[in-house]
């Protein structure tokens, strides 16, 4: 239980400036724990589906490239990913947040999040984060022990990941590495072991990572610049829309090289579900890239939150080869 006296009422109310105006947390939740959903992002809930839908889609690649297809197990793998996302998000939510408190307090759309506005101790959000960590791990320990391993792994990503964009100008890069561990994780948990495939869906969906993270960035930019924080949208700048149409490339010829990698043993219809999933795929990038305005932030995050619904496409092929 989180110390009450970590809580400032004061600011219990507050909402953070990013999070949509109706979101069930400022609507639903009791008072005293909304500033740590806020913390988690639990109302704003695209993180969660970028971080799941990977672990969605290794699973769905390793059903289609097991000749028994989706069985009972993979059930429980698919709920388990979702509720291990939700948590495994809000845990490095929390952890980016601690680490990025002074940086956040200076950028305009961050300024309110629980940390810098005062709703939040670092103290109480540190216990936070080990709770929601804790329960994570408590839904990996139902899986095998290599996806269990790896799992563990995925730890050192996702705590170096916040300070990348005080070294480097590919912070999204790192974002990526940590954000799609999933996919590896989601065959494991079924296959019990890694193969080609996944190597190719992992490597296909940081290049998607940098596509839809240097979108989002782009809200920031000019505070960024002010700060100094790094990223691929301050880096690109003015040719954003070139170097991005080379990382859809990337994303959708690694989905396609994922899918058949996949089912090209299996045979029939399975490939061609999958192939048509990865050109569904990238044709919803194509039509965010289109949109694009890196000057409208509000376009920006409109396009960012359509990220998951390139995912879900891109699902549906993968889902649909493991039936076939």
């Not at 839908?53 to 097991?66: E, T, V």
């Not at 019990?192 to 940098?210: C, E, H, K, Q, R």
């Not at 890239?289 to 376009?299: E, I, K, N, Q, S």
Request: hydrophobic share 55%; aromatic share 12%.
């Amino acid at each position: 239980m989180i110390p009450s006296d970590d809580i400032p009422m004061a600011g219990a109310d507050e909402r953070v400036a990013d999070a949509a105006p109706d979101n069930w947390v400022d609507r639903l939740a009791p008072a005293p724990w909304r500033p740590y959903l806020r913390l988690s992002r639990a109302d704003r809930p695209i993180g969660t589906w970028l971080l799941l839908i990977p672990c969605w889609l290794g699973l769905a690649l390793a059903c289609a490239a097991d000749p028994a297809g989706w069985g009972l197990k993979d059930a429980w793998i698919f709920v388990a990913c979702a509720a291990g996302a939700f948590l495994m998000r809000g845990a490095g939510c929390t952890w980016n947040d601690i680490a990025d408190r002074r940086i956040d307090a200076q950028v305009a759309r961050t300024r309110s999040r629980p940390i810098p506005s005062g709703q939040v101790s670092v103290r109480a959000a540190a216990i936070w984060m080990a709770a929601q960590a804790l329960a994570a791990f408590a839904i990996l320990l139902t899986f095998n022990g290599f996806a269990i391993a790896l799992g563990i792994a995925s730890l050192a990503p996702v705590a170096i990941y916040p300070f990348m964009k005080r070294v480097t100008w590919w912070p999204q890069l790192f974002l990526g590495i940590a954000f799609n561990w999933g996919a590896l994780l989601g065959w494991a948990a079924h296959a019990g072991a890694l193969a080609a495939a996944p190597a190719a869906l992992y490597l296909s969906l940081i290049a998607w990572t940098i596509f839809y993270d240097t979108i989002y960035a782009h809200q920031d930019k000019e505070d960024d610049a002010l700060i100094g924080v790094k990223s691929t949208a301050r880096l690109f700048g003015a040719n954003t829309g070139r170097a991005l149409l080379v990382f859809l490339i990337l994303a959708t010829t690694g989905a396609m090289t994922a899918g058949v990698l996949a089912t090209v043993e299996r045979g029939g219809l399975a490939p061609l579900a999958a192939i048509a999933g990865s050109w569904a795929f990238g044709w919803r990038l194509a039509w965010q890239l289109r949109r694009l305005d890196p000057d409208d932030p509000a376009r920006c995050l409109a396009l960012f939150r359509d990220a998951r619904n390139a995912g879900l496409l891109l699902f549906a092929g993968y889902f649909a080869a493991g039936w076939l």
